[in-house]
């Protein structure tokens, strides 16, 4: 069993950075693929990254390509996101997520443990 809590979010104006950050209970988490997915008002949620256990796999989707970066400290049983120029886009509940596999997906469905989420909010 996981239990994620995700920190970090806030308000900003475009162009500015944030970091997420994730922190997981449980012994296992060394193991788990991670992700962050977002969903904005009134719009399904969508993936935006993830990361294998090892680190060394990364998937991105499109739109935060080259913007956001994915990463984690297995140490700090700690996973982040980092964002750089935020867009108004970029606005949406940042979630958390976790698969007991090594292999991570861009797949909602393939996720068992999820964080509350934060809110991330990109306005001038």
């Known amino acids: 069993q996981v239990q994620l809590i995700e920190s970090g979010g806030g308000l900003v104006q475009p162009g500015a950075s944030l970091r997420l950050s994730c922190g997981a209970s449980g012994r296992s988490f060394g193991s788990y693929a991670m992700a962050w997915f977002r969903q904005a008002p009134e719009k399904e949620r969508e993936s935006v990254a993830a990361i294998s256990w090892s680190g060394r796999t990364t998937y991105y989707t499109d739109s935060v390509k080259g913007r956001f970066t994915i990463s984690r400290d297995n140490a700090k049983n700690t996973v982040y996101l980092q964002m750089n120029s935020l867009k108004p886009e970029d606005t949406a509940v940042y979630y958390c997520?976790?698969?007991?596999?090594?292999?991570?997906?861009?797949?909602?469905?393939?996720?068992?443990?999820w964080g509350q989420g934060t809110q991330v909010t990109v306005s001038s």
């Open positions: 997520a976790g698969r007991p596999h090594s292999i991570p997906t861009m797949s909602d469905y393939d996720y068992n443990y």
